[in-house]
């Protein structure tokens, strides 16, 4: 059973940048595409980015530019590079796990972490 922890979100003024980290564990990291999740207050969740197995990465048009994901597979953990915050970065980011990227672009991945917040205000 793959088990996924966010970490690394906090209260950040506008313009800095965070690094969250999903770690994961249960199955071969390698074999599963990761993706990031985000839901603001009274919003829908939101698909941010994606990385494959392979290293192939998407990233939302909304957040390009300023998002990053990448993955490290001999620590089983995935990243979110996030830079120059702002406000409407609120939210609390979720990472997923499944082998099928389609699943995870669907918002229909195999397993969910617990979310981790981010708070972008001055």
């Known amino acids: 059973q793959v088990q996924l922890v966010e970490s690394g979100g906090g209260l950040v003024q506008p313009g800095g940048s965070l690094r969250l980290s999903c770690a994961f564990s249960?199955?071969?990291?390698?074999?599963?595409?990761m993706g990031w999740f985000r839901q603001a207050p009274g919003k829908e969740r939101e698909y941010v980015a994606r990385i494959k197995w392979s290293g192939s990465t998407y990233v939302a048009d909304s957040v390009k530019g300023r998002f990053t994901i990448s993955r490290d597979n001999a620590k089983n953990t995935v990243y979110l590079q996030i830079d120059n915050l702002k406000p409407e970065d609120t939210a609390v980011y979720y990472c997923?796990?499944?082998?099928?990227?389609?699943?995870?672009?669907?918002?229909?991945?195999?397993?969910w972490g617990q979310g981790t917040q981010v708070t972008v205000s001055s």
């Open positions: 997923a796990a499944d082998r099928d990227v389609v699943k995870i672009a669907a918002q229909r991945p195999y397993a």
């Open positions: 249960g199955r071969t990291f390698s074999a599963y595409a």
